[in-house]
C-alpha cells in the first residue's frame, strides 16, 4: 500500500480486539486488522521506517506489516505471559523494547532474523510503562510498586526512585529534548525530574523537579511534546491536560465527558494532539483553540492505544 | 409413498417447509396464531365463559399442554387426555363437557398415517436427515475443523515466530547500543521557544516557531471536510471484527443516478445491529463513496427484499428494530421508506383502486380514477353532492371541484382502508368502544375485544354501496357526534341493525328504541331521544310520512361517538368516498332530506 508513503496514518487499538488504520486528515479507515482474540491492545508503536506496526498485548506482541494488504501479522511472539504493556523503537530500528507485568523490559534484536532478547532488565514489580531517552540508550520505567527507574542498557547500571508510595506509575516520558523525566501515578500525581547528562557518558542525573495535581483521578499517559514545550497528562476523569514545561503550569485542557483518555499523540509540530478514549473514538484536537477536528470512528469498544508518526516538512 | 395421498401430511408438509425455508422473516408474521387449537380453544373460551373460576380451572390444564404443536400429531394425542381427565376430576359442574385442544385440532388424522416411522418425522424434506445414498453428503464437524487447521497452520508458516523467553543473547556489534547525542536543533529550538514565549508571557499562546508538520499541511489542504453525518453507525463495520458474528450483504441503492444503482454497495456489518443501523451503516458508507449524493435522515430510508438483479419486491421492508442476522438475504435494496396503510387489501372489485399505493403508477392512477369520479359527478350535473348545495351555479362547482382537487392527498388516500376507534351509542345511552373501519369498498363496525362487561357483538360489515351519508351532528368542545346513514333495505343489509323507517309516520326514536329491545341488535344502536340531542328530532323522520311515495328506501344509522378531530377525519374520508363513486343511495338520500327541509320551510311559513 503505497498509502504509508503518501498519506499519514493514524493507528489505533482497544478493546475490540482490532487495530485500525486511518487516514489521519480525513479519518477514513483504511484497514482493519485482527489483534489476539483475548486481548485487548495496551500499546501501539510503529518502526521508524514506518513499514511495520507493533501492537502488545495481554500474552502477545505482534508485529504487523502496513504495505501489504494482509492483515495478518508478519511476527508474532510466543510464550509471552502476561500483560505487554509498553514497546518502542530505537531511533533507526535496530532494536525494540518490550515491558510487561512479568517484571521484565526486554530488549529485541530486531536486525537478526528472527528477532532475539538481547537485553533484560528486571524491575521486581510488574512493569507499567517504559520510555527510550531520545539519547538512545537509557530507558525509562514505571512500576506497578511505584518505583521509577532509568536504565542504561548497555550496562546494568540504574538508578531507582520511588516518588510516592502506595501508587503505582502507570506511565513515564522523558522530553525530547533530553531536559525532563516524567512519571505519572494513579492518584493524579505527575512528578518531573530535570535530566542532566554526565560528561563521562554515564547514566543521566536525575533531579527531582517539582510534583503536579495534574488530575482528580487516574493519570493513564503522559507525553512530551515533539518539541518539548508541553507535556500531556491523560486521565480517567475524561480530561486530557497540557503542561508548559516552561513553568509547568496548566495550558489547555481537552475534555473528553465521562469517558477515560487512553492514549495521546502529538502531531511534530506540537499543534495538534490525537486522543484515543473509552467512547470507542479517536480525535484530533487543534491545540490552539482547543477544537475537536477530526474524529475517527469506528471501533465498537474503547481505544486504549493509538500511534502516529508525523514528520516536519519545512520551516 | 402412501402418505402423499394423506391430506394432514401434505399440509404439514408444506407448512413446515415454508417456516424451514423461509428466511424472509415473513412466516412469524403469517404464523403468530401458530398454535391453532391453543388459539381457538381460548378464543371460544372467553367468548363463552361467564365465571372467572371455570376460566381458571380450563386455563391450568392448558397452560399444561403448552409444548403442544398440532402437526405433531402423536404429541397431542398423547397430550389431550391429561387436560381432559384434570377437567373431569376437577368436577366443574358444567352439564357440557369442556372443550379442550383436541376439538379444535386443525389437522386431525394426521396421525392414522399407515408408515408409522414417518410419524417421528417433522414432514419435512427439509428437516429430514440425510441418507447417503444418492444425497450430497455434508461434511463432518472434524473435516471441517481440520481445515480450519490447516489453514492456520498455512497462515502461521508465513509469520515469523519469536520465542518470548529465550535465552538473552548479547549483541555482536559493538555499536549496537549507541549513545547519541540529543539532537542540538531540537535543543535550540526549545531554547529559543522559552524565550519567545518568555517575552509574551501575558499571552496564553504558544508562539509559532515556523515549524510546520506534514499533518497540519494536509489539514490544510482538506479544509474543515464535512464531517459524515452517518459517522454513528460506523462502528457497526463487521470487517476484521474479532470474535464477533459478521454479515456481508450486497446492498443496492435506489437514490443512484442510473449506472451506479445497478451495482451493489458491498458491507460487512455485525450481525447484532439492528435493521435500522444497518440502513445507518449502509448510508454512512455510501456517503464516503458516492459524496456527491446527498442523503436524508435514517428514518427516511428501508431495507427491502431483493432479486440479485437489483429488482426491488413488493414486500414491506425488514423491520428496522430487528437483528440483521435474522435474515438471510445475500442481496437487499436501500430505498426511501413506501408508505405503507395499516392493512394491505386486495381490492376484488376493481372499479377503485383501494390497494395500498406502493409505486408512483398507483398513484397516478389513482389519481386518475379520481379525476373521472369528479368528471362524473359533474356530467351528472343536477347531482347535489354536498347536502343541499343544488343551487349553486356551474362556476361555484367549477371552483368548488378546483379546491378538492387541492386536498388531492386526501381524495387518494380515502379510498384506503383505515381503522378508528370510537364508541358507538347503542339504545340511545349505552356505548360501546367498537373499531369502526372504513375502506373504498365497505365500513366495518367490531366491537372491542377487550369489553369484558358486555356480551361480544357479532361485527357488522356494511358494502359500501349501502352507505348514504356521513354527517358530524353535534359538535362540542371535545366529543363529536358522528352519524352514518345507510341504506335499510332488509335483504341487503344485515338483519342485526335496527332500522329507522323514514316511511313510518312516528318519530324515530320510538321506531328505535322498540326494536332494539331484541338481543341481536348487534353493534346498532338506535336514535337519540329528542330531548338529548335536539337536532335529532329532524324535520327527517317527522315529515318521511308525507312523501314516502316518492321512495321506497329506508334509511338507518349509526351514532358514534368520537373526539372531533377523529369526527372530522371519518366524516371526510367517508364522504369523499361517497363523493367519488357518485353512488345513488347517497343521491337519494340527500334529495330525499332536501325534500323534507323544503316541505318543512313551507310549513313553518304556512304556521306563521
Known amino acids: 500500500m503505497e498509502a504509508t508513503e503518501e498519506q499519514l496514518i493514524l493507528a489505533t487499538g482497544g478493546y475490540d480486539h482490532t487495530i485500525k488504520v486511518w487516514q489521519a486528515h480525513t479519518g477514513n479507515c483504511i484497514k482493519t486488522m485482527r489483534f489476539v482474540d483475548t486481548s485487548q491492545v495496551n500499546a501501539l508503536d510503529r518502526t521508524p521506517d514506518k513499514t511495520r506496526l507493533a501492537a502488545c498485548g495481554y500474552q502477545c506482541i505482534r508485529l504487523y506489516d502496513l504495505e501489504s494488504n494482509s492483515t495478518t501479522p508478519v511476527i508474532n511472539f510466543d510464550g509471552v505471559q502476561k500483560n505487554v504493556t509498553r514497546l518502542g523503537f530505537q531511533e533507526d530500528g535496530n532494536w525494540m523494547f518490550t515491558a510487561g507485568e512479568d517484571h521484565r523490559v526486554r530488549i529485541w534484536d530486531m536486525i537478526s532474523a528472527p528477532p532475539h532478547c538481547s537485553r533484560v532488565f528486571d524491575c521486581q514489580a510488574p512493569v507499567n510503562a517504559a520510555c527510550l531517552h531520545p539519547n538512545q540508550v537509557e530507558i525509562a520505567m514505571g512500576s506497578q510498586n511505584g518505583g521509577v527507574y532509568l536504565w542504561d542498557v548497555k550496562s546494568v547500571a540504574h538508578e531507582q526512585l520511588i516518588p510516592e508510595m502506595d501508587a503505582s506509575i502507570q506511565d513515564v516520558a522523558i522530553s525530547p529534548d533530553g531536559h525532563y523525566m516524567a512519571a505519572a501515578n494513579n492518584k493524579g500525581n505527575c512528578y518531573i525530574w530535570s535530566l542532566n547528562s554526565s560528561p563521562s557518558q554515564q547514566l543521566s542525573i536525575l533531579k527531582p523537579k517539582m510534583k503536579i495535581s495534574a488530575h482528580s483521578r487516574y493519570i493513564l499517559r503522559c507525553k512530551f511534546s515533539p518539541d518539548s514545550r508541553l507535556l500531556v497528562t491523560t486521565s480517567g476523569d475524561g480530561t486530557a491536560c497540557l503542561w508548559k514545561t516552561e513553568d509547568f503550569t496548566k495550558w489547555r485542557e481537552l475534555s473528553v465527558e465521562n469517558y477515560w483518555v487512553w492514549d495521546v499523540a502529538f502531531s511534530a509540530d506540537s499543534k495538534w494532539l490525537f486522543t484515543a478514549s473509552s467512547d470507542g473514538v479517536a480525535r484530533l484536537w487543534k491545540l490552539q483553540t482547543k477544537s475537536p477536528e477530526r474524529k475517527y470512528t469506528g471501533h465498537t469498544k474503547a481505544i486504549t492505544a493509538l500511534s502516529f508518526k508525523d514528520e516536519i516538512v519545512a520551516d | ?608
Not at chain 2, 63 to 71: A, C, F, G, H, V
Open chain 2, 1 to 608: 409413498m402412501a402418505t402423499y395421498s394423506n391430506q394432514h401430511w401434505l399440509l404439514s408438509h408444506i407448512r413446515n417447509s415454508f417456516v424451514s425455508t423461509d428466511d424472509t422473516g415473513m412466516c412469524e408474521t403469517v404464523m403468530l396464531s401458530d398454535d391453532m387449537p391453543k388459539h381457538f380453544l381460548r378464543k371460544f373460551q372467553t367468548a363463552t365463559t361467564t365465571t372467572d373460576s371455570y376460566r381458571r380451572k380450563a386455563l391450568a390444564p392448558q397452560r399444561k399442554s403448552l409444548p403442544n404443536r398440532p402437526t405433531t400429531s402423536k404429541n397431542t394425542d398423547t397430550a389431550t387426555p391429561t387436560p381432559l381427565a384434570l377437567l373431569q376430576s376437577m368436577g366443574t359442574g358444567h352439564s357440557d363437557p369442556p372443550l379442550q385442544e383436541a376439538d379444535f385440532v386443525c389437522y386431525p388424522g394426521l396421525d392414522l398415517s399407515d408408515d408409522e416411522d414417518l410419524d417421528t418425522s417433522t414432514h419435512s424434506f427439509d428437516i429430514q436427515m440425510y441418507s447417503e445414498v444418492g444425497a450430497h453428503r455434508f461434511r463432518s464437524n472434524t473435516a471441517q475443523k481440520l481445515e480450519k487447521l490447516d489453514i492456520a497452520k498455512r497462515k502461521a508458516a508465513r509469520i515469523k515466530s519469536v520465542n518470548y523467553n529465550e535465552e538473552v543473547l548479547l549483541p555482536e556489534r559493538k555499536d549496537f547500543f549507541k549513545r547519541k547525542t540529543v539532537a542540538p536543533k531540537q535543543y535550540r529550538g526549545e531554547q529559543t521557544a522559552s524565550t519567545s514565549t518568555k517575552k509574551k508571557s501575558s499571552d496564553d499562546e504558544l508562539s509559532d516557531e515556523g515549524v510546520r508538520s506534514k499533518l497540519s499541511e494536509q489539514l490544510a489542504k482538506s479544509p474543515k471536510q464535512v464531517q459524515n453525518k452517518f459517522i454513528e453507525y460506523a462502528r457497526f463495520d463487521g470487517t476484521s471484527q474479532v470474535g464477533m458474528q459478521t454479515k456481508r450483504i450486497n446492498v443496492y441503492l435506489n437514490m443512484l443516478p442510473e449506472p451506479d444503482r445497478n451495482y451493489p454497495l458491498k458491507i460487512c456489518v455485525l450481525s447484532t445491529a439492528k435493521i435500522i443501523e444497518v440502513i445507518g451503516f449502509v448510508c454512512f458508507k455510501a456517503t464516503n463513496q458516492y459524496p456527491e449524493v446527498p442523503l436524508k435522515s435514517v428514518r427516511h430510508y428501508a431495507l427491502y427484499m431483493t432479486e440479485d438483479n437489483d429488482d426491488m419486491e413488493d414486500f414491506p421492508p425488514l423491520d428496522n428494530r430487528e437483528p440483521c442476522s435474522k435474515f438471510g438475504f445475500s442481496h437487499l435494496t436501500l430505498a426511501e421508506r413506501r408508505p405503507l396503510p395499516p392493512v394491505t387489501r386486495v381490492d376484488y372489485h376493481s372499479n377503485l383502486v383501494t390497494k395500498s399505493m406502493t409505486s408512483e403508477e398507483d398513484k397516478v392512477n389513482m389519481a386518475e380514477a379520481a379525476v373521472r369520479a369528479l368528471q362524473n359527478i359533474d356530467l351528472n350535473g343536477g347531482v347535489a353532492d354536498t347536502g343541499g348545495s343544488g343551487n349553486g351555479n356551474a362556476h361555484d362547482k367549477v371552483r368548488e371541484y378546483e379546491e378538492r382537487m387541492l386536498s388531492h392527498n386526501e381524495m387518494l388516500e380515502a379510498p384506503i382502508y383505515r381503522t378508528y376507534r370510537l364508541s358507538i351509542i347503542d339504545k340511545r345511552f349505552f356505548k360501546y368502544d367498537v373499531t369502526l373501519g372504513v375502506s373504498g369498498e365497505r365500513i366495518e363496525i367490531d366491537q372491542h375485544k377487550n369489553t369484558k362487561f358486555w356480551p361480544q357483538k357479532k361485527s357488522v360489515s356494511t358494502p359500501i354501496e349501502s352507505v348514504a351519508h356521513c354527517e358530524i351532528v353535534e359538535r362540542r368542545q371535545l366529543k363529536a357526534l358522528l352519524r352514518i346513514w345507510l341504506k335499510s333495505s332488509s335483504s341487503s343489509t344485515s338483519s342485526t341493525c335496527t332500522s329507522a323507517p323514514l316511511t313510518a309516520g312516528i318519530p324515530v326514536p320510538h321506531a328505535g328504541s322498540g326494536s332494539g329491545g331484541s338481543g341481536s341488535a348487534g353493534t346498532a344502536h338506535s336514535p337519540n331521544s329528542p330531548g338529548h340531542y335536539p337536532q335529532h328530532a329532524s324535520p327527517f323522520g317527522f315529515l318521511s310520512g308525507l312523501h314516502h311515495h316518492h321512495s321506497h328506501i329506508r334509511f338507518k344509522h349509526y351514532d358514534f361517538d368520537t373526539d372531533l378531530h377523529t369526527a372530522e377525519q371519518i366524516n371526510n374520508k367517508l364522504n369523499c368516498i361517497l363523493k367519488m363513486r357518485s353512488s345513488d343511495i347517497r343521491r337519494e338520500f340527500l334529495q330525499q332530506r332536501e325534500r323534507k327541509q323544503e316541505k318543512q320551510q313551507a310549513k313553518k311559513q304556512l304556521k306563521l
